[in-house]
C-alpha cells in the first residue's frame, strides 16, 4: 500500500513537469545574416589586339601619270605627290609629265592629246590627268563641255580622254583640277602685270568649270584640288611655306616637296576610288 502511494506522488510530479515544459514559450530564433553566395559573372570574351595597320600593297598595279611641271621631275619639288603615293603602296608609276603643256598648249612638247599617242597603256591598270593653267592667257577659245575637234579648251579635253580610251578602252581614268596659283597679287616681282601670265582668277575659275563637265560628260571621276583649301599661293606666308624649296623662291605655281606632301592624301582616296577599293 505504501509503495502504491509513492507511486501515485511521482506520476503526479511528472505530469506536473509535463505541463509546464508544454506552456514555456519557445525562444524566438536569433536573427542571422543571409549567408554570402557568390555570383557567377558572365564570362566576356576578349578580342585579340587588332595588328598595326600595314601600307597597302598595290605592288601589281601600274600607274601613268600625264601633266605638266608640277608632275614632271624638277627642281621644284624633289618629292612629288605620286611619289607620296608610291611609297605607301608600292605602285609602279610611269611618269609623262612635260612642262608648259597642257589640254591645248603644246610648248615646247606635246599637249595631252597628243602625248597620248607615244605611251604604252599595255600594263597600266590607271592613269590621271593633272595640268594647270598652262592654257590660259594664250587666246584660247573656252568653247563648251560638248565640243569635238581641237578648235576649243573643251574640245581638246574631250579628245584627251577619247585618245586614251582608244588605245585602252579597260583602263581606269581620273582628272585632276590645277592647284591654285599666284596671279600677281603681292608678288610684283611675278610680273609688271597684277596677273601672273595675264591670267585671272575668274578664268581659272571658269576652266575648271569646263574641265569638271568635260569630265562628268565622260564619266571620268575628278580629283578636286582647285577647291580643296591645302594652300594659297598668294600668301607670303603659305609661298614660303608651301612652294619654296631648298633656295629656290618660287612664284606661287609649283608646290614644293611639302606642298605635294598635303596633295598626297587626296592622291591616295582618289587612286584607290578609282581601282575599286575603299580608302
Known sequence: MKHSAQRIVFAAMALALSCGCAQKPAAEPEETEP?????????QETEEPSPEPTPLDLSTVTWIVIGDSITEKNLAAEISYYDFVQKDFQCEVVNYGRSSTGYMVPASYETFYDRIEQIDFTDADVVTIFGSFNDLGRGYEFGTAEDEGTETLGGCMNRTIENIREKAPDIKIGIATPTPWNL????????????????????????????????????????????AGLFDPNSDADRAAYFNENGRQDPGIHPSSIGHSLMAPLWKDFLLGLLGQKP
Request: glycine letters at 8%.
Open 184 to 227: 600677281g597679287q603681292g608678288y610684283s616681282s611675278v610680273t609688271d602685270s597684277v596677273m601672273y601670265w595675264g591670267v585671272s582668277k575668274e578664268e581659272c575659275d571658269q576652266y575648271v568649270s569646263l574641265l569638271t563637265s568635260v569630265a562628268e560628260r565622260q564619266g571620268v571621276p575628278v580629283l578636286d584640288l582647285y577647291h
Open 35 to 43: 549567408p554570402v553566395t557568390e555570383t557567377a559573372l558572365p564570362v
